[in-house]
C-alpha cells in the first residue's frame, strides 16, 4: 500500500499546493507519480553508475510532462504559469535532483533559449520536435575558463564566413550534451564582439563531446566538455533573436528560478527521509523522533522549507504577472540553496553512520545539493546582484 508521503507532500505544512487549479494539481499530481514509478527505481544504481538512464527520455514522451511553458507546441493547452512549473521542478528533484536538472536543461535552458532567441521560423522548426521529445536539448555557456565572469570572459568565437559562421573554442559542465540533438552554443562574434546564440546539432564535424567524469554531484547528469574546431554553422541555424549577452541574461533571469524551485525539491526530499527514518528506528528503546535534538533539527528544516516555498510562491506571483526583475530571482537562488544546504546536513545528521551509505538514499541528496548550489550563478554572484539592487552601489570587480 502506498504510505500517505506518496500521495501527498508531507511537507507541505501551510497548504501551499492549495495555490494550484485543479487542473495545475492534476499536472502536479501526474508528474509525483511519474517521478514515483518511472525514476525513483533507477536512481540509485545509476546515481552509483554515474550515467543516465537513456530510457527515461521515451518516457518522459509519453508522459506529456515536456513543453508546458510554451503555448502553441505540443498540444492545444495555454502555457503553464510559472508557479506550477516551479512546482514541477520541486516534485522531480524532491525524488531526484539529477533528473530534474536533465529536465530542466531541456524544458527550461535550451527550449527558452529557442523560443526567447529565435524568431518564429526557427521556433516553429525546433520546438514541436524538443516539445515532444523526440529531440533533447543542451545549453552551452560556461567554459573551462569562465563561469561568473562569463559576459566579459566568454572566449569562444563566432566567425562570419560566407553564408555562414564558423564557432571556435571550448565549454565546460554542459548537461545532456553527451547524447542531445540540439545545443545552444553561446560564442562572441569578432566582428561585433557581441555574444550570440547559435543551435548546433550534436553530430556537426568539428565539435567533441567528452564526458566529465569522477563527479561526486549531480552524478546521473551527463555533464562534457566541448571542443569546437572550425565548427561550421548555417546562418539559418543562428538565433536571430540574440545578438548581445543581455539576451542571454534574460534566458538566465527566467530559469535561475527554477533552480531555487529545486533546491526546495531537495529539502523536502531530504526531510522526507529523516522523518521517516526517525519515527521507524529506534534508540535507547524508543523512536529517534522522541528525542528533543532530533525534533529540533526535524522542526529547523520543516522551517526553513516552509518559508522557502513562501518565498518562492510570490515569486512566481511575480513572474506571471510581468512584474520581475533580475534580484528578485537571484535573492530566491541564493537564499533557497543556502536554507537547502542546512536542511540535507540536518537530515544526513540524523541518519547517522547510515546517512553515507547510497541505499538509504540521503547521502544523494546531501552531495546533490553541492552542484545546485553552485550553477546558475553562485551565491555571492546573486549577493552582489540584490545588494547592488537594495543600496545602488556596484560591489563587483
Not at 545549453?139 to 563566432?158: H, K, N, V, Y
Not at 547524447?179 to 543551435?199: L, P, S, Y
Amino acid at each position: 500500500m502506498t504510505s500517505p508521503t506518496e500521495q501527498q507532500n508531507a511537507a507541505d505544512f501551510y497548504d501551499f499546493e492549495a495555490a494550484l487549479t485543479e487542473d495545475e494539481r492534476e499536472v502536479l499530481l501526474r508528474t509525483r507519480a511519474f517521478m514515483r514509478e518511472e525514476v525513483r527505481p533507477l536512481v540509485a544504481e545509476q546515481w552509483a553508475d554515474g550515467s543516465f538512464p537513456r530510457e527515461l527520455i521515451a518516457r518522459f514522451r509519453e508522459s506529456g510532462l515536456v513543453g508546458l511553458p510554451y503555448e502553441g507546441y505540443g498540444d492545444d493547452r495555454p502555457a503553464a504559469g510559472h508557479l506550477l512549473t516551479g512546482m514541477m521542478a520541486m516534485e522531480m528533484s524532491r525524488v531526484d535532483a539529477s533528473v530534474a536538472t536533465f529536465f530542466g536543461v531541456h524544458n527550461g535552458l535550451a527550449m527558452h533559449a529557442v523560443h526567447a532567441g529565435g524568431d518564429q521560423a526557427q521556433r516553429d522548426r525546433w520546438l514541436p520536435g524538443m516539445a515532444r521529445m523526440d529531440t533533447v536539448g543542451a545549453f552551452a555557456l560556461t567554459e573551462p575558463l569562465d563561469g561568473s565572469d562569463i559576459a566579459a570572459g566568454m572566449r569562444t568565437t563566432a566567425r562570419r564566413e560566407g553564408d555562414g559562421w564558423v564557432l571556435d573554442g571550448a565549454k565546460r559542465w554542459i548537461g545532456n550534451a553527451t547524447f542531445a540533438d540540439h545545443i545552444v552554443v553561446w560564442a562572441r562574434d569578432v566582428d561585433d564582439d557581441q555574444v550570440k546564440g547559435f543551435v548546433v546539432d550534436g553530430d556537426t564535424p568539428g565539435l567533441k563531446v567528452e564526458k566529465i567524469a569522477h563527479k561526486t554531484s549531480l552524478r546521473i547528469v551527463e555533464n562534457a566538455d566541448l571542443t569546437l574546431e572550425g565548427v561550421r554553422v548555417p546562418e539559418s541555424d543562428r538565433l536571430q533573436n540574440a545578438s548581445s549577452f543581455r539576451d542571454v541574461a534574460e534566458i538566465l533571469r527566467a530559469t535561475r528560478s527554477g533552480v531555487a524551485w529545486q533546491a526546495l525539491g531537495v529539502m523536502i526530499g531530504a526531510y522526507e527521509l529523516a522523518l521517516r527514518y526517525a519515527c521507524e528506528r529506534q534508540q535507547f528503546g524508543r523512536p529517534l523522533a522522541g528525542f528533543q535534538l532530533v525534533q529540533d533539527l526535524l522542526v529547523k528544516s520543516l522551517g526553513n522549507i516552509t518559508s522557502s516555498w513562501g518565498m518562492l510562491l510570490q515569486l512566481a506571483r511575480l513572474q506571471d504577472t510581468g512584474v520581475f526583475r533580475d534580484e528578485h530571482s537571484s535573492l530566491a537562488k541564493a537564499h533557497v540553496t543556502a536554507r537547502m544546504r542546512e536542511v540535507v546536513a540536518w537530515a544526513r545528521e540524523i541518519f547517522g553512520g547510515n546517512g553515507i551509505v547510497l541505499e538509504y538514499d540521503v547521502a544523494r541528496f546531501f552531495a546533490d545539493a553541492e552542484a545546485i548550489y553552485s550553477f546558475e550563478g553562485t551565491r555571492e554572484m546573486n549577493t552582489l546582484i540584490v545588494g547592488k539592487a537594495i543600496t545602488g552601489q556596484s560591489a563587483f570587480v
